[in-house]
């Protein structure tokens, strides 16, 4: 098992990828590492289909905290390129979730659905003792498409181009600031910018927006290990050698600072929200401008080659830039939450 909490490629080659179960031929895409779906093959069309824990805050807000949950389990099949549709849901609640709480979370995550034509078609919802916050369950999302639709995080081929949305370490900072806020000694600009990128932590619409306007060859969420460990992962997948120009990576508001201030390399910070993609030269107008239609802010930050003889690499300015071990903005929650827990008991 790696720092970053997810096993590693040779845990997942030695352990999972030799004991899947029954072979069957409708299984068009098995569990692969640093691959966050699966797709069956349901008479000649794609059913793409990702599971991820339920992770609830409440101190972000419970409507807030439940669109970001949501997000999370839509994100790993619209980063395929085909619209998530239906949702299984299992809810395992602590016991101090009070009814009219959970009807918010539930209320919110219906609401979400039905502006994004996902439909929920079973779960599981129940009280448990010794659960707590943040998690709480967990998540199927399924999506139906063309096979030839679909979009890999492996994809990436030499001389496409390599695009980001938002940055990195925005949901690092949005999150840290919002619950931490009072405890970090940085001006009150800086905090509300930080405090403003947790508007930027939902990925769903920008996915499935830039696979549209395409051609787009790979996809990837930031998650643990930030910016760095997704574009190793997408590179290591592809086989190929990315490079980047550092001056390109967009850096939102508030984001340096908070950072710099916590001693966090934003480049390692999980930054849900944000994505990687990959996209053929003839494409890269379409794709941007179809995010910024959105809003969302967008950079091309650099280009896939071939890799050379050492292999799949990450190049950022010269220099191999290697996937994090593990992601920073964990141990500067965990400080500043001991440091929180401490106040409120004395």
């Known amino acids: 098992?790696?720092?970053?909490?997810?096993?590693?490629?040779?845990?997942?080659?030695?352990?999972?990828?030799?004991n899947l179960g029954a072979d069957r031929d409708d299984v068009a895409v098995g569990p692969t590492h640093?691959?966050?779906?699966?797709?069956?093959?349901?008479?000649?069309?794609?059913?793409?289909?990702?599971?991820?824990?339920?992770?609830?805050?409440?101190?972000i807000g419970l409507e807030r905290a439940a669109r970001f949950a949501l997000d999370l389990v839509l994100a790993?099949?619209?980063?395929?390129?085909?619209?998530?549709?239906?949702?299984?849901?299992?809810?395992?609640?602590?016991?101090?979730?009070?009814?009219?709480?959970?009807a918010t979370v539930w209320k919110t995550i219906?609401?979400?659905?039905?502006?994004?034509?996902?439909?929920?078609?079973?779960?599981?919802?129940?009280?448990?003792?010794?659960?707590?916050?943040?998690w709480v369950g967990a998540a199927t999302a399924m999506?139906?498409?063309?096979?030839?639709?679909?979009?890999?995080?492996?994809?990436?081929?030499?001389?496409?181009?390599?695009l980001l949305t938002n940055g990195p370490a925005v949901e690092s900072v949005g999150l840290l600031t919002t619950l931490f806020g009072d405890r970090l000694d940085l001006p009150d600009d800086v905090i509300a910018?930080?405090?403003?990128?947790?508007?930027?932590?939902?990925?769903?619409r920008d996915a499935l927006t830039a696979a549209a306007a395409g051609p787009v060859t790979a996809m990837h969420d930031v998650t643990e290990g930030g910016l760095?460990?997704?574009?190793?992962?997408?590179?290591?997948?592809?086989?190929a050698r990315f490079v980047i120009d550092r001056a390109a990576v967009p850096m939102r508001p508030g984001v340096r600072e908070v950072c710099a201030h916590l001693d966090i390399d934003p480049w390692a910070a999980t930054s849900c929200g944000s994505l990687v993609l990959a996209v053929d030269p003839t494409g890269v107008d379409d794709v941007r401008a179809a995010l910024a239609d959105r809003d969302t802010p967008v950079a091309d930050i650099g280009r896939v080659e071939a890799a050379g003889d050492g292999g799949s690499e990450v190049v950022v300015d010269g220099e191999r830039l290697e996937h994090p071990s593990v992601d920073p903005s964990w141990d500067a929650y965990a400080a500043l939450a001991a440091d929180a827990a401490a106040d409120s008991d004395s």
């Open 1 to 18: 098992m790696s720092d970053l909490g997810k096993i590693d490629r040779a845990f997942f080659d030695r352990h999972v990828a030799p």
């Open 34 to 59: 640093g691959v966050d779906f699966g797709v069956l093959d349901i008479g000649g069309q794609a059913l793409v289909t990702a599971t991820d824990p339920l992770s609830i805050l409440p101190a």
């Open 76 to 102: 790993d099949v619209a980063v395929s390129g085909v619209a998530p549709s239906h949702l299984s849901i299992c809810f395992t609640l602590p016991e101090g979730l009070t009814d009219d709480e959970f």
């Open 110 to 134: 219906h609401a979400e659905c039905a502006d994004l034509g996902v439909a929920v078609v079973t779960g599981h919802t129940a009280r448990y003792s010794d659960v707590s916050h943040p």
């Open 143 to 162: 999506g139906v498409g063309d096979h030839d639709d679909i979009v890999r995080p492996d994809g990436a081929r030499p001389g496409d181009r390599l």
């Open 193 to 204: 910018a930080g405090q403003d990128r947790l508007e930027e932590v939902f990925s769903v």
């Open 228 to 239: 760095a460990g997704a574009c190793n992962e997408m590179a290591d997948g592809a086989g």
